[in-house]
């Protein structure tokens, strides 16, 4: 299975702040990777795919980059509303897997 | 937009069978080149892809739960079903279906809202 991991588990960030969140793979995964924004009780929501592709209806202020085993979530100009939990996810190979998640909270 | 919506029994006692089913609205199951997938999450932990289904009945489930795990479509109905066998603690979890978008790049662009199913006797 392809590991996930990624960095940091959490932060804490005052609005306006520009966050990075960082997901490594155990092996090469091209750029098959995607990201999901989850808040409590609900479903996940994916933001990006195919690593920097954003998924419509999802707002300009979040992007992805990366290829190969590293990849990059950035959250610009964070607000409140960006509290979440954040995954991500390799569609490389079977079994689909997941990161272990980033919490994001506001200071 | 389409939309997906889980059901079934909140309790299980080991080791039965967990069933759940995932009813698909505002199209149609067969449409497009998706796959309808299951994933879990147990409470304050993260998310575990269970398996995907095509509405072909072609079927990929997680080596970690394969020996458990049934999957199966019913097309007329514009549902798809999980089926986990031999229950214990360890598999209650919320859990969600999933549609699966983006061929080979797969990722989950609609979720159900989660049905929370607790293992316990």
């Known amino acids: 299975d392809i590991q996930m991991t990624q960095s940091p588990s959490s932060l804490s960030a005052s609005v306006g702040d520009r966050v990075t969140i960082t997901c490594r793979a155990s092996?090469?995964?091209?750029?098959?990777l995607s990201w999901y924004q989850q808040k409590p009780g609900k479903a996940p929501k994916v933001l990006i795919y195919?690593?920097?592709s954003l998924q419509s209806g999802v707002p300009s202020k979040f992007s992805g980059s990366g290829s190969g085993a590293e990849f990059t979530l950035t959250i610009n100009s964070l607000q409140p509303e960006d509290s979440a939990i954040y995954y991500c996810?390799?569609?490389?190979?079977?079994?689909?897997?997941f990161g272990g998640g980033t919490k994001v909270e506001i200071k | 937009q389409v939309q997906l919506r889980e059901s079934g029994p909140g309790l299980v006692e080991p080791p039965q069978t967990l069933s759940l089913t995932c009813t698909v609205s505002?199209?149609?199951?067969?449409?497009?080149?998706?796959?309808w997938g299951w994933i879990r999450q147990p409470a304050g932990k993260g998310l575990e892809w269970i398996g995907r289904?095509?509405?072909?009945?072609?079927?990929n489930y997680n080596p970690s739960l394969k020996s458990r795990v049934t999957m199966s479509v019913d097309t007329s109905k514009n549902q798809y079903s999980l089926r986990l066998s031999s229950v214990t603690a360890s598999d209650t979890a919320v859990y969600y279906c999933?549609?699966?978008?983006?061929?080979?790049?797969?990722?989950?662009?609609?979720w159900g809202q989660g049905a929370l199913v607790t293992v316990s006797s």
């Open positions: 999933a549609k699966g978008s983006g061929f080979p790049k797969l990722f989950f662009d609609n």
């Open positions: 996810q390799q569609s490389y190979s079977s079994p689909l897997t």
């Open positions: 505002g199209d149609s199951i067969n449409s497009g080149s998706y796959y």
């Open positions: 195919s690593a920097s």
């Open positions: 289904i095509y509405t072909s009945g072609t079927t």
């Open positions: 092996q090469s995964i091209s750029d098959y």
